[in-house]
């Protein structure tokens, strides 16, 4: 009998104000105080992944939301995805790749492609998935117009639906504005 906690798969809106206060105290450890406000707003709002141990603590959690990007003059869907983490006590256990199958079937079966910003331990991750740093620039399109977003080039990475192809990286992806951290 398998005995690795379950994975869940939940809309935000079928999480508890419990859970989610759970998850957020998972955020918070994980990224030793530096997952701000904005961060937890970004993750809200789509689908997130979670495992969970026997008392119900969060062991993993990612999310993944919906973001618009502008390329070559066509607006794509993207999944992007937000707020993995994995419990210090329960790392190299397999549960950061459990939950990013579960973004990725995700991407694959409702988005044009994922994408994501890592940083540098969440970096491994990602590139043992096949997920690949976007290679050409950023930018955002704020209020007056597209910010370029040098300082993001290098961390952010994208992954091809199943069956489609990466994006050129001869023209910018230009992400849809929001506050805080725009990638």
Do not use: K, N
């Not at 997130?48 to 990612?62: E, K, N, S, T, Y």
């Not at 794509?76 to 006590?89: F, I, L, P, Q, T």
């Not at 993001?152 to 951290?181: K, M």
């Amino acid at each position: 009998m398998d005995r690795s906690p379950a994975l869940r798969i939940a809309h935000t809106s079928e999480l508890t104000a419990s859970e989610r206060g759970r998850i957020r105290e998972l955020l918070d450890t994980a990224f030793e105080g530096s997952f701000a406000e904005e961060d937890w707003e970004h993750s809200l709002g789509g689908i997130h992944a979670l495992v969970c141990d026997a008392d119900g603590d969060p062991i993993a959690h990612g999310s993944l939301v919906q973001r618009r990007v502008l390329h070559t003059g066509r607006s794509y869907r993207a999944g992007y995805v937000e707020a993995v983490a994995v419990r210090a006590d329960r790392r190299r256990e397999g549960h950061g790749h459990r939950v990013m199958a579960a973004l990725e079937h995700i991407v694959d079966t409702a988005y044009d492609f994922g994408a994501l910003s890592a940083s540098d331990a969440g970096a491994p991750l990602y590139t043992a998935r096949g997920w690949q740093v976007w290679p050409g620039r950023l930018a955002a399109l704020g209020p007056a117009g597209p910010v370029p977003l040098p300082e993001e080039e290098g961390t952010t990475y994208v992954r091809p639906a199943a069956g489609g192809t990466l994006l050129a990286p001869g023209h910018p992806l230009q992400f849809d504005w929001r506050e805080g951290d725009l990638l």
